[in-house]
């Protein structure tokens, strides 16, 4: 008997979300997109871990036996 409770504060959850506008702050967002990116990670980050790891595991290791 619980679950029909559970299910239709769900639903009426859902539908809120789905047919609601929310009011969107422009400015905040115009900013948000405009900002340079903030000591964000780049490309250089993965290769200290590819460098790390290569060559450990050869495919083999990894196929099924027969």
Do not use: C, F, I
Not at 4 to 26: I, M
Not at 50 to 62: I, K
């Amino acid at each position: 008997m619980g679950r029909g409770r559970a299910k239709a504060k769900q639903t009426k959850v859902a539908r809120e979300l789905k047919y609601s506008s929310p009011n969107t702050d422009l400015d905040a967002l115009q900013r948000e997109l405009s900002s340079s990116p903030s000591s964000a990670s780049t490309d250089d980050d993965d290769d200290e871990y590819e460098d790390e790891y290569s060559g450990q595991y050869d495919e083999d290791d990894w196929a099924p036996r027969r």
